[in-house]
T-cell receptor, first 112, second 114 residues
């Protein structure tokens, strides 16, 4: 079955430290991949997307993600965390069936 | 630009009551969808539409109805509310196929069923 897995429902990092949020998917065909961010009491907004062009994708607010077909992964990183990065992050996958499947989300906390 | 507008933002219902969550977008997007968000479960697709007059079921459609009479509007109806439908509901739209586009989300509607 096609699925999206985000490892770690909560991640805490110190301000200035590396942010790494993990996302794996299960599919025999490379899908289209997205990362969304949700700030408190708001809707989701797109951080970045992979649509079969470059495997390293740069997004807004200094985030980037790398598509690794061999590992079926699309992990999100940011070299230096900022307090404003505290939010919930969702990995989402389009398996080509007109439906976006979301992971369960990772809540990122930044420690001053 | 208004983008995707959802009303109401908050609603409390009693079990068995009916209501409609409204969703409107002013971006001329063909694709619209409804998700519910529950703690620890991420977002789950309820219903979606690829254009006016066309709707289809998502992952969790039971207890919900939708219609798409215009490009702009995509209301979600709860015919007989149950406590299990307590959730935050998000409407989202996309200009076309998801593989080249992105979803634009409304700010959500928080529903409590007593």
């Amino acid at each position: 079955a096609q699925s999206v897995t985000q490892l770690g429902s909560h991640v805490s990092v110190s301000e200035g430290a590396l942010v790494l949020l993990r996302c794996n998917y299960s599919s025999s065909v490379p899908p289209y991949l997205f990362w969304y961010v949700q700030y408190p009491n708001q809707g989701l907004q797109l951080l970045l997307k992979y649509t079969s062009a470059a495997t390293l994708v740069k997004g807004i607010n200094g985030f980037e993600a790398e598509f690794k077909k061999s590992e079926t992964s699309f992990h999100l990183t940011k070299p230096s965390a900022h307090m404003s990065d505290a939010a919930e992050y969702f990995c989402a996958v389009d398996f080509g069936n007109e439906k976006l499947t979301f992971g369960t989300g990772t809540r990122l906390t930044i420690i001053p | 630009n208004a983008g995707v507008t959802q009303t109401p933002k908050f609603q409390v219902l009693k079990t068995g009551q009916s209501m409609t969550l409204q969703c409107a977008q002013d971006m001329n997007h063909e694709y619209m969808s409804w998700y519910r968000q529950d703690p620890g479960m991420g977002l789950r697709l309820i219903h979606y539409s690829v254009g006016a007059g066309i709707t289809d079921q998502g992952e969790v459609p039971n207890g919900y109805n939708v219609s798409r009479s215009t490009t702009e509007d995509f209301p979600l109806r709860l015919l007989s509310a149950a406590p299990s439908q307590t959730s935050v509901y998000f409407c989202a739209s996309s200009p076309g196929g998801l593989n080249t586009g992105e979803l634009f989300f409304g700010e959500g509607s928080r529903l409590t069923v007593l």
